[in-house]
Protein backbone atom coordinates (compact mmCIF):
# COMPACT_ATOMS: atom_id res chain seq x y z
CA UNK A 1 0.00 0.00 0.00
CA UNK A 2 1.17 3.64 -0.28
CA UNK A 3 0.32 6.22 2.00
CA UNK A 4 -1.49 9.01 1.31
CA UNK A 5 0.77 11.92 2.38
CA UNK A 6 -0.38 15.79 2.63
CA UNK A 7 2.09 18.07 2.16
CA UNK A 8 1.61 21.60 3.99
CA UNK A 9 3.86 23.83 1.91
CA UNK A 10 5.11 26.89 3.78
CA UNK A 11 7.67 28.44 0.83
CA UNK A 12 7.43 31.56 -0.33
CA UNK A 13 9.20 30.49 -3.26
CA UNK A 14 7.61 26.75 -3.28
CA UNK A 15 10.23 25.40 -6.70
CA UNK A 16 12.80 23.76 -4.61
CA UNK A 17 10.72 23.00 -2.29
CA UNK A 18 7.89 20.81 -4.25
CA UNK A 19 10.44 19.18 -6.41
CA UNK A 20 12.82 17.81 -2.84
CA UNK A 21 9.94 16.37 -0.99
CA UNK A 22 8.02 15.22 -4.05
CA UNK A 23 11.39 13.59 -4.73
CA UNK A 24 12.04 12.07 -1.10
CA UNK A 25 8.54 11.07 -0.38
CA UNK A 26 7.83 7.64 -1.83
CA UNK A 27 4.05 8.02 -1.38
CA UNK A 28 1.20 9.70 -3.02
CA UNK A 29 1.47 13.41 -2.04
CA UNK A 30 -1.29 16.17 -2.52
CA UNK A 31 0.15 19.29 -1.62
CA UNK A 32 -1.11 22.52 0.41
CA UNK A 33 -0.02 26.27 0.69
CA UNK A 34 0.08 27.56 3.69
CA UNK A 35 0.30 30.93 2.81
CA UNK A 36 -2.62 30.71 0.37
CA UNK A 37 -4.42 29.34 3.52
CA UNK A 38 -5.27 25.99 2.31
CA UNK A 39 -4.55 23.30 4.90
CA UNK A 40 -5.61 19.45 4.49
CA UNK A 41 -8.26 17.36 6.51
CA UNK A 42 -5.67 15.71 8.16
CA UNK A 43 -8.11 12.90 9.14
CA UNK A 44 -8.58 12.13 5.09
CA UNK A 45 -4.88 11.24 4.89
CA UNK A 46 -2.40 8.60 6.68
CA UNK A 47 -0.24 11.46 7.34
CA UNK A 48 1.38 15.07 7.46
CA UNK A 49 4.20 16.78 6.21
CA UNK A 50 5.37 20.30 6.83
CA UNK A 51 7.72 22.12 5.00
CA UNK A 52 10.17 25.01 6.06
CA UNK A 53 9.43 28.55 5.44
CA UNK A 54 11.72 32.56 5.71
CA UNK A 55 8.82 33.15 8.26
CA UNK A 56 8.61 32.92 11.98
CA UNK A 57 5.47 31.29 13.48
CA UNK A 58 5.32 33.86 16.21
CA UNK A 59 4.50 37.06 12.85
CA UNK A 60 1.17 38.44 13.07
CA UNK A 61 0.04 37.20 9.85
CA UNK A 62 -3.49 35.94 9.14
CA UNK A 63 -1.84 32.69 7.52
CA UNK A 64 0.05 31.97 10.44
CA UNK A 65 -2.94 31.96 13.23
CA UNK A 66 -4.33 30.02 11.09
CA UNK A 67 -1.66 27.12 10.55
CA UNK A 68 -1.09 27.71 14.37
CA UNK A 69 -4.98 26.98 14.51
CA UNK A 70 -4.59 24.07 11.79
CA UNK A 71 -1.39 22.65 13.77
CA UNK A 72 -3.01 22.00 16.87
CA UNK A 73 -5.96 19.63 15.79
CA UNK A 74 -3.28 17.99 13.29
CA UNK A 75 -0.99 17.34 16.59
CA UNK A 76 -3.85 15.96 18.58
CA UNK A 77 -4.92 14.02 16.07
CA UNK A 78 -4.24 10.29 15.19
CA UNK A 79 -2.61 11.09 11.87
CA UNK A 80 0.95 10.65 11.64
CA UNK A 81 2.72 14.32 11.27
CA UNK A 82 6.11 15.50 10.44
CA UNK A 83 7.40 19.05 10.32
CA UNK A 84 10.75 20.28 8.76
CA UNK A 85 12.27 23.43 10.07
CA UNK A 86 9.41 25.79 10.30
CA UNK A 87 7.25 22.94 10.12
CA UNK A 88 9.12 21.89 13.29
CA UNK A 89 8.18 24.84 15.12
CA UNK A 90 4.97 25.29 14.09
CA UNK A 91 3.85 21.91 15.37
CA UNK A 92 5.78 22.22 18.69
CA UNK A 93 4.23 25.90 18.72
CA UNK A 94 1.15 24.84 18.26
CA UNK A 95 0.58 22.54 21.49
CA UNK A 96 2.56 25.12 23.32
CA UNK A 97 6.30 24.43 22.90
CA UNK A 98 8.14 28.40 22.85
CA UNK A 99 9.69 29.22 19.61
CA UNK A 100 12.40 32.23 19.98
CA UNK A 101 14.74 33.92 18.10
CA UNK A 102 18.22 32.80 17.88
CA UNK A 103 19.94 36.22 16.94
CA UNK A 104 22.05 34.29 14.63
CA UNK A 105 21.86 31.99 11.85
CA UNK A 106 22.70 28.16 11.99
CA UNK A 107 23.48 27.58 8.63
CA UNK A 108 25.39 25.00 6.59
CA UNK A 109 26.44 21.02 6.61
CA UNK A 110 26.23 20.50 10.37
CA UNK A 111 26.74 17.39 12.57
CA UNK A 112 23.17 16.71 14.82
CA UNK A 113 23.16 13.46 17.05
CA UNK A 114 19.86 11.82 17.73
CA UNK A 115 18.93 9.39 20.33
CA UNK A 116 17.51 6.34 18.49
CA UNK A 117 13.95 7.13 17.98
CA UNK A 118 12.11 5.17 15.08
CA UNK A 119 12.16 7.97 12.96
CA UNK A 120 15.74 7.99 12.44
CA UNK A 121 16.18 4.02 11.64
CA UNK A 122 19.14 3.80 9.39
CA UNK A 123 20.62 7.29 10.27
CA UNK A 124 24.03 6.86 11.64
CA UNK A 125 23.71 8.32 15.70
CA UNK A 126 25.90 11.39 14.49
CA UNK A 127 25.11 12.20 11.03
CA UNK A 128 25.88 15.15 8.69
CA UNK A 129 23.04 17.69 7.17
CA UNK A 130 21.93 21.10 5.85
CA UNK A 131 20.48 23.70 8.11
CA UNK A 132 19.31 26.70 7.73
CA UNK A 133 17.57 28.84 10.58
CA UNK A 134 17.40 31.82 13.11
CA UNK A 135 14.84 30.50 15.43
CA UNK A 136 14.29 27.82 17.33
CA UNK A 137 12.18 25.83 19.58
CA UNK A 138 13.82 26.68 22.96
CA UNK A 139 11.59 24.63 25.13
CA UNK A 140 9.45 21.61 24.10
CA UNK A 141 5.95 20.95 24.73
CA UNK A 142 4.07 18.87 27.15
CA UNK A 143 4.26 15.19 26.40
CA UNK A 144 7.04 15.63 23.84
CA UNK A 145 10.81 13.89 23.91
CA UNK A 146 14.27 15.77 22.56
CA UNK A 147 14.95 13.27 20.09
CA UNK A 148 17.67 15.09 18.34
CA UNK A 149 20.57 17.89 19.46
CA UNK A 150 23.40 19.72 18.72
CA UNK A 151 25.68 22.70 20.01
CA UNK A 152 22.70 25.02 19.21
CA UNK A 153 19.92 22.95 20.65
CA UNK A 154 16.98 21.26 19.78
CA UNK A 155 16.96 19.61 16.53
CA UNK A 156 14.30 17.06 16.86
CA UNK A 157 11.49 16.16 18.94
CA UNK A 158 8.62 13.29 19.21
CA UNK A 159 5.11 13.95 21.00
CA UNK A 160 3.20 10.35 20.07
CA UNK A 161 3.55 10.01 16.63
CA UNK A 162 4.43 13.55 15.51
CA UNK A 163 8.21 14.47 14.71
CA UNK A 164 9.79 18.17 14.31
CA UNK A 165 13.09 18.07 13.03
CA UNK A 166 14.89 21.55 12.60
CA UNK A 167 17.31 20.74 10.28
CA UNK A 168 16.67 20.12 5.91
CA UNK A 169 17.37 16.44 5.42
CA UNK A 170 15.42 17.29 1.87
CA UNK A 171 17.60 19.58 0.49
CA UNK A 172 19.68 18.72 -2.43
CA UNK A 173 22.81 20.77 -2.90
CA UNK A 174 21.27 23.10 -5.86
CA UNK A 175 18.58 24.22 -3.33
CA UNK A 176 21.30 24.21 -0.30
CA UNK A 177 23.23 27.00 -2.47
CA UNK A 178 20.43 28.94 -3.53
CA UNK A 179 19.10 29.19 -0.11
CA UNK A 180 22.35 30.22 1.60
CA UNK A 181 22.94 32.85 -0.99
CA UNK A 182 19.73 33.98 -0.76
CA UNK A 183 20.18 35.01 3.09
CA UNK A 184 21.03 38.65 3.93
CA UNK A 185 24.57 37.73 5.81
CA UNK A 186 28.08 38.94 5.13
CA UNK A 187 29.87 37.50 2.01
CA UNK A 188 32.39 36.30 3.36
CA UNK A 189 29.98 34.15 5.39
CA UNK A 190 27.92 32.60 2.32
CA UNK A 191 30.97 31.82 0.48
CA UNK A 192 32.50 29.94 3.06
CA UNK A 193 28.78 28.12 3.42
CA UNK A 194 28.45 27.79 -0.26
CA UNK A 195 32.42 26.86 -0.21
CA UNK A 196 31.22 23.81 2.27
CA UNK A 197 28.75 22.45 -0.50
CA UNK A 198 30.45 19.95 -1.91
CA UNK A 199 29.74 16.31 -3.20
CA UNK A 200 31.36 14.24 -0.50
CA UNK A 201 28.82 16.60 2.24
CA UNK A 202 26.37 16.02 -0.03
CA UNK A 203 27.30 12.33 -0.03
CA UNK A 204 27.68 12.07 3.98
CA UNK A 205 23.94 13.95 4.29
CA UNK A 206 22.17 11.48 2.10
CA UNK A 207 21.75 9.43 4.61
CA UNK A 208 19.63 11.55 6.70
CA UNK A 209 17.06 10.85 4.22
CA UNK A 210 15.75 8.05 5.43
CA UNK A 211 13.65 9.84 7.66
CA UNK A 212 11.38 10.29 4.95
CA UNK A 213 10.98 6.40 3.85
CA UNK A 214 10.73 6.04 7.60
CA UNK A 215 8.17 8.71 7.81
CA UNK A 216 6.56 6.93 5.14
CA UNK A 217 5.90 3.30 6.39
CA UNK A 218 4.89 4.99 9.49
CA UNK A 219 2.20 6.52 7.82
CA UNK A 220 1.73 3.10 6.11
CA UNK A 221 0.96 1.06 9.05
CA UNK A 222 -1.11 3.40 10.93
CA UNK A 223 -2.99 3.72 7.64
CA UNK A 224 -6.88 2.16 8.77
CA UNK A 225 -7.65 -1.20 6.85
CA UNK A 226 -10.02 -0.82 4.47
CA UNK A 227 -13.52 -2.86 4.47
CA UNK A 228 -13.62 -5.87 2.56
Same mark, same amino acid.
Given at each position: MTARIALV %? !??? &??????? %?? #? =?ELDADVTAYSALERSFPDVETYDGVVVTGSRASVYWDEPWIDEAQRWAGDAVESDTPALGICWGHQLL !? &? $? @?GGTVESMDEYELGYRTVSHDGADIFEGVPETFTVFTTHSDAVTELP?? !?? =?? $?? %? &???????? #?? %?VYGLQSHPEYDPETA??? $? =??? &??? /? /? #?? /?? @??AGITDEAYAEARATKRVFDNFCRLAERSAPVADD
Open positions: %N !ASY &DGTNTLR %NF #R =R !A &D $A @VDG !AD =RI $AE %N &DYGIQGFR #RG %NEAV $A =RGK &DLP /E /E #RI /ES @VC
